[in-house]
T-cell receptor, first 107, second 116 residues
Framework: QQPVQSPQAVILREGEDAVINCSSS?????VHWYRQKHGEAPVFLMI?????EQKGHDKISASFNEKKQQSSLYLTASQLSYSGTYFC????????FGKGTKLSVKP | DTGVSQNPRHKITKRGQNVTFRCDPI?????LYWYRQTLGQGPEFLTY????????KSRLLSDRFSAERPKGSFSTLEIQRTEQGDSAMYLC??????????????FGSGTRLTVV
C-alpha cells in the first residue's frame, strides 16, 4: 500500500521552515526518507525504526509516530541546497515510495 | 564504496524491440532492487533479489519483463517487445540485507528508456 505524502509541493524562501508528512493506512514498522534532485537518483536521508524515534541530520530531522502510522520530515532554516523532491518509503520486504513532495527554496 | 553503477545511461529503442539493462551493486550489499520511475512520480517497485534469489516480483510487472542476478553479483533487467508505455527511468538500488539505523538503499543513476 503506497504511503500518502502531503503537501504535494512547497515553495519556501531561504531560512524558512517546512514540514512534510507521510502517512500509511497499514501498520508502519519503519520509515525511510530520501531526497531526489532533478535529473539525479534518490539519495538516502534517514531511517526511523521505532515509534517515537526522532532523528536529525544537519537541519533536517524526522519523527515517527507508530500509533498514528505516520512520519514527518522537518526542514529548518532551509537552504537552496534543500530543493528537490522528498520521498518517504515504507518497507514491506521491499520499499514502497510515496508520490513525493516537491520542495523549492528560493533566494 | 564505488556506488551502484547502471548501464547504459540512455537507451532509445523502437517499439517491439528487446532491451537489456545492467546494474552493478555495491559489492558488500546482498540485496538488489529494480524500480521504475516516470515523470512526477515516486519510484515504483519492480523486483528484488537477495543474493541470487529473486524474492519478490511486482504484480505490475508483465511477462515481458525478466530480471536475473547470476552468482549474486550484477543484475540484468530485460524488457521484451517494448511498448511506448515502457518509457521511463529504470533505477537499480542495493542495500545490506538488514535494515539498520545507518543504512538505506543506495540508488544508481538509472537508465532512461525511450521507446519510439
Amino acid at each position: 500500500q503506497q504511503p500518502v505524502q502531503s503537501p504535494q509541493a512547497v515553495i519556501l524562501r531561504e531560512g524558512e521552515d517546512a514540514v512534510i508528512n507521510c502517512s500509511s493506512s497499514k501498520a508502519l514498522y519503519s520509515v525511510h526518507w530520501y531526497r531526489q534532485k532533478h535529473g539525479e537518483a534518490p539519495v538516502f536521508l534517514m531511517i526511523l525504526l521505532k515509534g517515537g524515534e526522532q532523528k536529525g541530520h544537519d537541519k533536517i530531522s524526522a519523527s515517527f509516530n507508530e500509533k498514528k502510522q505516520q512520519s514527518s520530515l522537518y526542514l529548518t532554516a532551509s537552504q537552496l541546497s534543500y530543493s528537490g523532491t522528498y520521498f518517504c518509503g515504507t518497507p514491506t520486504g521491499n520499499l514502497i515510495f510515496g508520490k513525493g513532495t516537491k520542495l523549492s527554496v528560493k533566494p | 564504496d564505488t556506488g551502484v553503477s547502471q548501464n547504459p545511461r540512455h537507451k532509445i529503442t523502437k517499439r517491439g524491440q528487446n532491451v537489456t539493462f545492467r546494474c552493478d551493486p555495491i559489492s558488500e550489499h546482498n540485496r538488489l532492487y529494480w524500480y521504475r520511475q516516470t515523470l512526477g512520480q515516486g519510484p515504483e517497485f519492480l523486483t528484488y533479489f537477495q543474493n541470487e534469489a529473486q524474492l519478490e516480483k511486482s504484480r505490475l510487472l508483465s511477462d515481458r519483463f525478466s530480471a536475473e542476478r547470476p552468482k549474486g553479483s550484477f543484475s540484468t533487467l530485460e524488457i521484451q517487445r517494448t511498448e511506448q508505455g515502457d518509457s521511463a527511468m529504470y533505477l537499480c538500488a542495493s542495500s545490506r540485507g538488514r535494515v539498520s539505523p545507518n543504512y538505506g538503499y543506495t540508488f544508481g543513476s538509472g537508465t532512461r528508456l525511450t521507446v519510439v
